[in-house]
């Protein structure tokens, strides 16, 4: 079965620090990615994702994606973040055609910005 | 703005009580899906739904069954409810995504607000 790993459970940083969290996957066919975001006490929502086309993706609030194909990796950066950014951030993988609808996400990484 | 609804936010039941926890989604959308959030552990997927009447198990389908009588409605139910199925449950809908022949890949998944469930 296909897994998805997020390197670090917790982040702590100053706020206009630069972020970058991992997330590795283990299928080695077509996928679609996303990374989704839970700020306290609200719903889970989609922060960005990769279909096709350019492996750079940008998201809402000045998020970006990388998608190494070589690498199975899909990492989220940010150059500068707010206190605002603090949340629960998930990676998440659709491996095509061998599961159908089924979205497989990593454990999650809680990150903490200090104002 | 999709919404995806869930009938309680907070539950406390007994161990070997039924529970229903109940999902309305306004959207239209053909797919939706059963996880439950425990920390570290991401979301594990228990039942999806791609069509009315349709269901397929999940990555933690055991002590769990689910019912989608209608298009926007998907129950998750546990038949009778143990302590270790205390946790964060959490719906979501999407729309169907079509790649090549298969129209039942997903594409952005919205989440309602989730059920704290506690099983004393």
């Known amino acids: 079965a296909q897994s998805v790993s997020q390197h670090n459970h917790h982040v702590i940083l100053s706020e206009a620090a630069s972020l970058e969290l991992g997330c590795n996957y283990s299928y080695g066919g077509t996928v679609n990615l996303f990374w989704y975001v839970q700020y306290p006490g609200q719903h889970l929502q989609l922060l960005l994702k990769y279909f096709s086309g350019d492996p750079l993706v940008k998201g809402i609030k000045g998020f970006e994606a990388e998608f190494i194909k070589s690498k199975f990796s899909f990492n989220l950066r940010k150059p500068s973040v707010q206190w605002s950014d603090t949340a629960e951030y998930f990676c998440?993988?659709?491996?095509?055609?061998?599961?159908?609808?089924?979205?497989?996400f990593g454990g999650g990484t809680r990150v903490l910005v200090k104002p | 703005d999709v919404k995806v609804t869930q009938s309680s936010r907070y539950l406390v039941k007994r161990t070997g009580e039924k529970v229903f926890l109940e999902c309305v989604q306004d959207m239209d959308h053909e797919n939706m899906f059963w996880y439950r959030q425990d920390p570290g552990l991401g979301l594990r997927l228990i039942y999806f739904s791609y069509d009315v009447k349709m269901k397929e198990k999940g990555d933690i389908p055991e002590g769990y069954s689910v019912s989608r009588e209608k298009k926007e409605r998907f129950s998750l139910i546990l038949e009778s409810a143990s302590t270790n199925q205390t946790s964060m449950y959490l719906c979501?809908?999407?729309?169907?995504?079509?790649?090549?022949?298969?129209?039942?890949?997903?594409?952005?998944?919205?989440f309602g607000p989730g059920t704290r469930l506690t099983v004393l």
């Open positions: 979501a809908s999407s729309e169907a995504y079509r790649w090549g022949t298969d129209l039942r890949n997903t594409d952005t998944q919205y």
């Open positions: 998440a993988v659709n491996p095509l055609k061998a599961a159908g609808n089924k979205l497989t």
